[in-house]
């Protein structure tokens, strides 16, 4: 047989999302981020929400999402991204507001906006990309990085006299009467791709019905930051992060 | 009307979309207002008390970013929780109003009038070099008359608006003629008026981001030159400045907000003592009327500045006449306001008497 009868849309098993733009993605090899965004802009495409969507991009790595995500988007202030998702799904109810948050600016500069946003219960998604470190400002200690992990300033390994103990604050969120949906999902896998994929539609899909404040969180690899292969950083979160951050939803309210 | 309650009105009157807001005395009335009036069941404004004053501003800058007629409220310690986000509106050229009812200060201060914000009203108290047009209003109708004035000018050049008022004109009840009810914008005016704002893709036009971003040198640096044609833009077109008495004067007063009532009454009681002195009231503190306080201060034998500060603003009294005359402070602190006759002694001791 030919190549080019092979290759025709009839034989097609994948394709790239529209809305995700041919921009050159800054984010490392390996990088959670990016498998986040192809889904993100998936079930944007697959809801028809194109004309709908207005994305919210946090400071960390993820701060140029609105480069790679071809819908409207408002760059918060590193930590501020539930306040801005708060006023613009108030002001267009009709639109799909979601955040995109690294764990620095949920977790810790941004733990007031988030948990009250949450407890309002906006009607807006948070997509929550824990990889326990601060990527972009190169590798310093978040709240949710784990005991004993090194980082640029844990450079001995994160100690609890030192500073304190790992942040899990999807459970926080999920006692809170305003979320109608918390879960933990990762993207190292192909089978665990598709979950998060479908976690971010259901949110997505409690954001237009109006039922309360969905959070999708994404336990996700920094290999950079970790020093580590993407392989390894991929072995790393397995054994190290789902002991602290397991996966599975930790609230599902379907009113 | 209280003047915090008829700015609550006259934003809703104005066909506000929206006010977000944290209490802090003195200018809760605003907040107070809103939510008593209910505007959401009559225009559909939104009225929401954020968890503190950071998020307040940041639900202004998405707001504003929507293209939406937005404004907070706020005094003294709130107002600098919200610099980074004026500084971050400012870059972003959106078009929001913020209110400033200041109260003194520095620290938790006191809850009594003050205008020790002068500065960081005025010299962009967040990062950055960026400008907010500041209005100072003297009188309730003012409180009133500069919702519809902030907002215009913002939107006019797409920055922010503030009114900068002392805890005296937030409190104090005069009358008011409030403005005719406007209508809300529509969503499909809002895309016509502001083109750039972010309303999501209707009919897959491209894309629009409201960001402060941008990690290439060259455009950041033009970016900021853009900025800055604007503020001389605004300067060249906004500045205003009331004048009482300024043609024969020989002695002048420079004052805003509440002290400049007062000041007008100390201006009265010198020229029935037969001394010449007139009144410059600065009603855009940014721009400063540079031209205006130089050409008022053309013939005087010296100038009075009257703050509720330390003196701010007498710095900018001083770069406008290029300190060709003797220029003095006189100011009450702390939360104190100054009778008339303390003016007037000023005056005496500062110049008359010499
Ligand atoms: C007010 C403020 N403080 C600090 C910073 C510096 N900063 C930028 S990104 C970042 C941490 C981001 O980490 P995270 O949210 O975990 O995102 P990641 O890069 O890991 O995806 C910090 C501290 C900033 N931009 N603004
Ligand atoms: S630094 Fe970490 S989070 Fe940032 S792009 Fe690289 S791998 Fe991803
Ligand atoms: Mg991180």
Redesign the interface.
Known sequence: MELNKIICPENRVYKKPELLNDTHMHYCPGCSHGVVHKLVAQVIEEMGM?????G??PVGCA??A?NYI????????HG?AP??????K???PD?LVFTYQGDGDLAAIGT??TI?ACNRAENITIIFINNAIYGMTGGQMAPTTLLGQKTATCPYGRRVDLNGYPLAIAPLLAQLDGTCYVTRQSVHNVANVRKTKAAIRKAFENSMKGIGTSVVEVVSTCNTGWKLSPEKANEWMVENMFAKYPLGDLKNREE | MKGNEALAVAAIRYGADAYFGYPITPQSEVLETLEALKPWETTGMVVLQAESEVAAVNMVYAGAACGKTVLTSTSSPGFSLMQEGMSYMAASEVPALMINVMRGGPGLGTIHPSQADYFQACKGGGHGDYHAIVLAPSSVQEMVDFVALGWDLAFKYRCVSMILADGVVGQMMEKVVLPEQRPRRTEEEIRKLCPWAVTGRKDMRPRNVITSLELDDDIMEANNHRFQATYREIEKNETRCELINTEDCDYLIVAFGSPARISMKAMEMAREQGYKVGLARPITLWPFPVNQIREAAKNVKGILCVELATGQMIEDVKLAIECSKPVEHFGRLGGNVPAPDEILNALHEKFLDK
């Open positions: 194109q004309e709908k969507a207005i919210v991009s701060v140029f609105y071809d819908v409207d988007w408002l760059q918060a202030a501020r306040a801005m998702a708060t006023a613009a108030r002001l267009m639109k007031a906006e009250h």
